[in-house]
DNA sequence: ATTTTTAATCAGGTCCCCCTGAACAAAAAA
DNA sequence: TTTTTTGTTCAGGGGGACCTGATTAAAAAT
């Protein structure tokens, strides 16, 4: 019997960590007056960088399926990526409907500079705090897949080994 | 010596675990059909309802000035959660410039009801894992704090005690 | 009693995520 | 070759988080 008050404990200290963290990288982008970039990563713009981090030269199509987005979202985000310079366009010379999108190095590297440097909240944390972290998240990540798989398998399909994949590169 | 490596395999873990809950929040209001109630707690319109769900019937200057928002952006939110009916806009007898915002029980309810559920996702850890979650979400919460104080001082005066308070009450 | 400050409103704007519908050109199937 | 399917694009829309500027009404200060 897991104890009940221990759970809101670890739930509190989650939404209170959410929040701080929220509120770090507001004044962070304020501060650093990041016109813009106050994008997630798992989001929109943010989604497609860092699936052609994992994959390269991907079609719109490709992107939009892989990402569950409409073939629409797909090219506003794209176009929007492209004025900044993180992602070029080409058309498929071997299927010339399609457009092959690549990321540029200023691409490559926005997708991952956030994610590749360890933040400062956990530098304060022992070696063996985190062991304990990383264990508990796999924990809890496994759960959650869990939950996605029940819920909607063709997401977790297509989300599972890539994010995995993603996550071995970035961090090796 | 901190152990670098496992700081980035716990950081690693991290961003998989916000983007793997990301993608489960994404599914369940999807199936949800969740009409729009995909809001974060710590921003615009959720922003509101958390302070008000902390000091109810505050002025529309009154929350502006403890969230750092403009009137005008307040009052957006406050018109639109008003339409959603989560608050009431009364006009203060004692200062008739004044408008006096209130929760509505739906409000309320809303205000708390993601954040006073316990996760599916904590309910798979032991006693022992929940408490180290707890200790080390402690420490990486006193540093964001840190972190806050120091780049904004004024933000974090209005926001630490609040959000402990906050806390407090959600999780007793 | 008049000026100034304050709380709120309207108007309009920027940028973000995301979708539907309709058009169009290139490739594949009939 | 004609039809159908596929990949993109254009147009337009809904909702969200913010903001600045200008105006109004009520309270406070002079």
Redesign the interface.
Known sequence: M???I???????????????????DE??HR?HADKGEHQ????GQGKILLALSQTDGLSQKDLATQLSLTAQSTAEFVNKLVKKHLVTKEKSTTDRRKTVIRLTSAGRKSATKE?A???????????T?????????????????N??ST??PS?YDK?HDS??DR?RD??L
């Open positions: 897991p104890n009940l221990k759970q809101k404990n670890a739930a509190g200290k989650l939404i209170e960590f959410n929040m701080v963290k929220h509120t770090a004044i962070y501060t997630s990563l798992f989001q994610s440097k360890v933040p400062e909240y956990l530098k304060n944390l022992t070696d705090e985190l062991d304990q972290l990383s264990a508990i998240l796999t924990k809890m990540n496994d759960s959650l897949y939950e996605i819920a909607n997401w989300f994010i995995t996550l970035w961090f």
